[in-house]
């Protein structure tokens, strides 16, 4: 089985009416997905925190789990200042990526959007030294 070579990433960059504008054309895959994160990061430390962080994704050409990583993590750089993120333009494989994986609601405004992506949640239940011991 062989694989078709990735298209490389590019990005480019704006600022505009308090947002950061960030076009992405090429695959937000493992070959990569750091470019993203390490952009955007410089991004969001130049020249003040903007109120938003809109990534245009519409010509995002492959995406997969590493992509996904550097989505999240760029979800937290933008939490991290106090800036609301964006996926415009999300074509139909990352949409599916984000549906499958559970993620899609922290990139759309949905239940929990803005819930700070900063660890897991803690479950509500007993804890373990207190649940039953099925095996005694």
């Given at each position: 089985m062989t694989s078709s070579p990735s298209?490389?990433?590019?990005l480019s960059c704006r600022r505009a009416d308090g947002?950061?504008?960030?076009?992405?054309?090429?695959?937000?895959?493992?070959r990569y997905a750091d470019l993203l994160v390490h952009d955007v990061s410089?991004?969001?430390?130049?020249?003040?925190?903007p109120l938003e962080v809109r990534?245009?994704?519409?010509?995002?050409?492959?995406?997969?789990?590493?992509?996904?990583?550097?989505?999240l993590m760029v979800r937290r750089r933008t939490d991290a200042v106090g800036a609301a993120?964006?996926?415009?333009?999300?074509?139909?494989?990352?949409e599916r990526l984000l549906e499958q994986t559970g993620t899609l609601a922290h990139?759309?405004?949905g239940a929990g959007a803005r819930t700070p992506l900063t660890g897991p949640a803690e479950?509500?239940?007993?804890s373990p030294s207190s649940a039953p011991n099925p095996t005694a």
């Open positions: 298209t490389p990433l590019h947002a950061l504008r960030i076009e992405l054309r090429g695959d937000l895959d493992h410089r991004a969001l430390g130049e020249g003040g925190a990534l245009d994704c519409s010509g995002v050409t492959g995406v997969d789990a590493s992509g996904l990583s550097a989505l993120l964006h996926l415009d333009g999300r074509p139909r494989q990352m990139f759309t405004g479950a509500p239940g007993p």
